[in-house]
């Protein structure tokens, strides 16, 4: 029997350390697991069912319309991931299922593996192994991500899968490992582009380093094969990334956008300890304090003594010193503007592409967090070769275990709770489900004005979309010096014609303090929905989504205005017709507008003659006081270019005019489509073909 037991061991012994990280995640995880209650915190906000279904869309569209005015959808990159949630939407999961399945799971399930499987390749032991995992995940950084940012951690999940794989692609220049680099790198980009851009850094540096290394033992091609190989990866990814890119180059958003160009911040946060010890500034160990630094307790200065004792334990090896190097550098650009270098941070966010959609540096941390990974392994690997003495043996296992313990702590509020925000799983409150039903089961378009902010739980729909006031409050700052101020406030509160104008029919206040000045305004009702906190007011007479009007100014009262049906709904297209029309014809639009938006019609005179699509030049758009799109055009000279004549009906020269108001870099989208459906399928086909050859070697050799 006891031989029998042996032999069984001896079989599982290889997977103890895998299964002991199974049983750890899914204790320290298991409100994520076993729960399927709604996750919500910050930014992170609950999604009902018709909002989540309409994000299939958004894999085809480059204009995003379910918030504030609409804009160009800057965070393309995310479309992958929100089509996954539109399809799961469309098959009946909610969104506390779907938000497992898209990031939390792979949160709990790929950060090990990856780092399980990058590590395999440096050591050994199993226990090292274990360890260098437990640095990877269980660091404060990380489980700070994990209270709210998920898009960003499920992007540095990969990031051990998608090292390892490169350094395979370097190292063995195949194909195979090529593509499989670049789809692992996809996927990263799909959950964050600025994640896997911190990531790409990464690979660069390894690169150069390795070419380094490399370059006195390559001779002739082979130096130039060997870049190729490098460079292989990066440029399948561009082929798989072209939708969007082609797309944001094409509207200017990656050059002109203000999401790129907001200055720096946080420098009071990030420091030289903090990056040094790997101790996120807002830790407390367990509800986040954001926006208040944390003094770091004297045990996380182990971290730092531990990734220096790795480095000299191997200072000979030539990936200890790469992983010595990235840590010093991940050090330098995390501190952000704290001394030494204090201008090295703003020089790289100044003059390094890319650099400027990262407003602060705590992003760099992965960095060092995949340096320390790996060198403090190094000196858990160290001790346990170097100890050899039967006196000293209980070395081993002491030593480890404190090196374990310093980031197994940082669980302990994961475990508990104490940590709250994501850990916390939420009940949806009555009054949102109220509110969400009502606005939902109205057809027509109107935003909502949210105050005092959106909350967790606010609904937003393309048909819908969500206004706060900072939204109101930017068109103010921008507009209201040409105008007069006195046009968009009345009774303490936005005047009546300034909400009219926005389209806002319902102010939802789910504060008390905003619901006392809200009920002095004399032209906003209060409607009773039975709700217990939230409010909702009426704003009787806002304009519709797209109107005719006989004046450029939106804001004038004595303009008549008659609404428009819109034939399409797709984000970066309106399709419309207007019916017996005659004249000089303003036709608003209440989004804002942007140079890359282009109007083109079509015209059908009494007797049936139709003219061809003419795209109406810029000079067909007068400003909007509002910054709002608005097109003027006159029937008599489109009959006269698209028919070659005056038009007839009844007498008053009407016309029906065909409409298509249309983002112009949506083609490049389209094609950029193309060319990533393209190269998924040959991406595949190589992989099956190698694959297949690879099966046949075995069947041959056997």
């Known amino acids: 029997m006891n031989a029998r037991l042996k032999q069984y061991w001896n079989r599982l012994r290889p997977y103890v350390p895998i299964g002991t990280l199974v049983v750890l995640f899914a204790v320290i995880y298991h409100r994520w697991i076993f729960s399927v209650q709604p996750l919500v915190h910050g930014d992170w906000h609950f999604v009902y069912p018709e909002a989540m279904r309409a994000w299939v869309r958004d894999f085809f569209s480059l204009w995003i319309s379910d918030s504030a005015f609409g804009r160009p959808f800057i965070d393309v990159g995310y479309a992958f991931t929100n089509m996954i949630y539109g399809i799961l939407g469309w098959m009946g999961v909610s969104f506390s ?138 440029g399948i990814l561009g082929l798989l990334v072209s939708p969007w890119v082609l797309g944001l180059l094409a509207s200017g958003e990656f050059v002109d956008s203000a999401l790129l160009d907001r200055g720096i911040f946080g420098s009071e946060f990030l420091d030289l300890p903090h990056a040094l010890t790997l101790m996120h500034p807002f830790w407390t160990g367990s509800v986040p304090s954001v926006f208040t630094t944390q003094m770091i307790p004297i045990f996380f200065w182990l971290i730092p003594f531990l990734a220096w004792m790795g480095f000299l334990l191997h200072r000979k090896n030539v990936e200890a010193a790469f992983f010595f190097l990235l840590l010093l550098l991940g050090v330098l650009v995390t501190k952000q503007t704290s001394a030494p270098f204090e201008d090295l941070y703003p020089w790289l966010y100044d003059h390094i592409p890319g650099f400027k959609a990262f407003r602060e540096a705590s992003k760099f941390y992965l960095w060092i967090i995949v340096a320390d990974m790996v060198l403090i392994a190094s000196a858990v690997d160290g ?130 303090s905003d619901r006392k000045k809200i009920d002095a305004v004399s032209y906003l009702y209060p409607i009773d929905l ?47 017709t207007l019916n017996d029309v005659a004249g000089v014809q303003t036709l608003h639009v209440t989004q804002q507008d942007h140079p890359a938006w282009r109007i083109s019609v079509r015209v059908r005179d009494a007797v049936g003659r139709r003219g061809g699509w003419m795209s109406l030049p810029r000079a067909h758009r007068p400003s909007d006081e509002l910054g709002f799109q608005v097109y003027t055009f006159d029937t008599k000279d489109l009959a006269q270019k698209a028919l070659d004549s005056n038009p007839s009906r009844g007498g008053n020269g009407s016309l029906d005019v065909e409409v298509k108001v249309y983002f112009a870099p949506q083609r490049f989208l389209q094609i950029g489509t193309v060319i990533f459906f393209a190269t998924l399928l040959a ?20």
């Open 97 to 234: 299922i779907a938000e497992r399945i898209v990031h939390l799971w792979p949160i709990i399930i790929v950060t090990p593996i990856g780092a399980f499987l990058f590590l395999r390749q440096y050591f050994k032991r199993r226990i090292v192994i274990v360890v260098g995992v437990l640095v990877y995940a269980l660091n404060t950084y990380f489980l700070l991500l994990q209270t709210g940012h998920f898009r960003l951690m499920a992007a540095y999940a990969f990031a051990p899968l998608i090292f390892y794989y490169y350094q395979k692609t370097l190292k063995n220049r195949t194909s195979s490992f090529a593509i499989t680099t670049a789809l692992w790198a996809f996927v990263s980009t799909s959950y964050e582009p600025r994640g896997f851009y911190v990531i790409a850094w990464m690979l660069v540096f390894y690169f150069i380093y390795t070419l380094i290394i490399q370059w006195p033992k390559e001779v002739g091609w082979a130096r130039v094969r060997f870049s190729g190989w490098g460079l292989l990866p990066f």
């Open 383 to 512: 001790l346990w070769a170097r100890t050899s003495s039967s006196r000293w043996q209980w070395v081993k296992p002491f030593g480890t275990g404190v090196v374990a313990l310093l980031f197994l702590w940082n669980a302990v509020p994961l475990v508990t709770g104490g940590i709250g925000t994501t850990f916390e799983p939420r009940e949806i409150p009555r009054d949102a489900e109220i509110v969400h039903a009502w606005l939902e089961d109205q057809p027509d378009f109107f935003r909502t004005l949210w105050l005092p902010d959106m909350t967790e739980w606010s609904f937003q729909s393309r048909r819908h979309p969500a206004v706060v006031s900072a939204d109101l409050e930017y068109i103010l700052s921008s507009k209201s010096d040409a105008i007069g101020n006195t046009q968009f406030h009345s009774d303490g509160f936005y005047a009546d014609e300034f909400l009219d104008a926005a389209s806002i029919r319902w102010v939802i206040a789910t504060n008390p």
């Open 530 to 576: 039975q709700t217990s906190n939230w409010v909702v007011y009426e704003n009787r007479n806002p304009k519709p989504y797209v109107f005719l009007s006989g004046s450029e100014n939106r804001l004038v009262r004595w303009a008549p205005w008659k609404k428009v049906e819109i034939q399409t709904t797709h984000p970066s297209v309106l399709r419309l």
């Open 683 to 702: 991406c595949l086909q190589v992989l099956y073909s190698e694959y297949r050859r690879n099966v046949n070697v075995v069947r041959i050799s056997s």
